[in-house]
Nanobody
Framework: QVQVVESGGGLVQPGGSLSLSCAAS????????MGWYRQAPGKERELVAK???????TYADSVKGRFTISRDNDKRAVSLQMNSLNPEDTADYFC?????????WGQGTQVTVSS
């Protein structure tokens, strides 16, 4: 059974930083596109950042220049470094592993940006 597990959420003040991590127990991790999505209360889930098997990275416009996604295929992990956080970044953050018809989600980790 595939498991996708996020960690690293929490409470941070505006302007602060957090790093999220995700471990995915998929076989052939390296071929998966790994992504981070978020869902704020009352809003739809949205893409934050994703990285393909070839290393192509896509960021949402709202996080460009502040967030950095990276992957470690040996550890079957993907990370999201979040800097200059603001209250609009408050949301549940979800890790996603996708390849062909295989699409796996974690349970999410909460990020709250507040003073």
């Amino acid at each position: 059974q595939v498991q996708v597990v996020e960690s690293g959420g929490g409470l941070v003040q505006p302007g602060g930083s957090l790093s999220l991590s995700c471990a995915a127990s998929v076989t052939r991790f390296s071929i998966y596109t790994m992504g981070w999505y978020r869902q704020a209360p009352g809003k739809e889930r949205e893409l934050v950042a994703k990285i393909t098997s070839g290393g192509k990275i896509t960021y949402a416009d709202s996080v460009k220049g502040r967030f950095t996604i990276s992957r470690d295929n040996d550890k079957r992990a993907v990370s999201l470094q979040m800097n200059s956080l603001n209250p609009e970044d408050t949301a549940d953050y979800f890790c996603n592993a996708k390849w062909a018809q295989w699409d796996y989600w974690g349970q999410g980790t909460q990020v709250t940006v507040s003073s």
